[in-house]
């Protein structure tokens, strides 16, 4: 993952956060875990909280919510330049994820958030919405939509969803294919071990490709 994914992410997962939120630093750091060594770990992390100090110390939660939106503009802003836009779909996918593991579904200044992320990155309202339901749906709820297609050995209700069968997969793989953007997205339920590029897949999660 690259160093300017890496910063975009450590911002925006502090503002989402709040400050002196114990149960925000061990998500993020989770998530460092997943990805780096534990130096690179414990070297972003102290980014991450050295991004809570300057976003949130001293502030009142109205002007904090005030400035929010405005920040992450400013650090979308400065990311267009330097991210592709497959990397963009990846930080607005791993916030989303951040999100959902933080604050179930978010409140509404955490989810609008997420949005003007989507809308500065240039996604499509739709797309976004897509990628969304695909990040959040649950195993048994699967999204019904013709974008979407499950890989698995047992048969699917679904009247829109696209569906494969492969008779030796224990669970199944839920894919997004964006059209428009020549990207997948894959979630994997169950308990086969798969990989991706040589890396493991976490169930459960989101990745791009």
């Known amino acids: 993952m690259s160093t300017g994914i890496l910063r975009a992410l450590m911002q925006l997962f502090a503002i989402v956060s709040g400050s002196g939120n114990a149960s925000a630093k061990e998500l993020v750091a989770v998530f460092l875990r997943q990805q780096l060594n534990k130096e690179q770990v414990s070297s972003y992390l102290a980014l991450f909280e050295e991004f809570v ?15 929010a939106s405005v920040k992450v503009l400013r650090i979308c ?9 497959k990397e963009k779909y990846f930080v607005v996918v791993r916030l989303l994820e951040f999100l959902k593991e933080f604050a179930g579904d978010g409140g509404q200044q955490e989810n609008e958030f997420i949005e003007t992320v989507a809308e500065a990155f240039n996604i499509d309202h739709q797309l976004f919405r897509l990628i ?10 699967l999204a019904d939509q013709p974008e979407f297609l499950l890989l698995s050995s047992e048969p699917s209700a679904a009247l829109n969803r696209k569906h494969l069968k492969c008779d030796n997969l224990k669970g199944g793989l839920f894919f997004l294919r ?16 798969l990989y991706l590029n040589s890396q493991g897949i976490f169930p459960g999660r989101t990745y791009v490709f």
Do not use: A
């Open 178 to 193: 964006l059209e428009e953007e020549n990207l997948f997205f894959v979630r994997y339920f169950g308990s086969d071990d």
């Open 77 to 85: 802003s400065q990311f267009n330049e330097e991210l592709q836009q």
């Open 53 to 67: 100090e300057k976003f949130h110390k001293g502030k009142s939660s109205e002007k904090k919510t005030s400035m």
């Open 132 to 141: 969304k339901e695909h990040v959040t749906c649950s195993e048994n709820e």
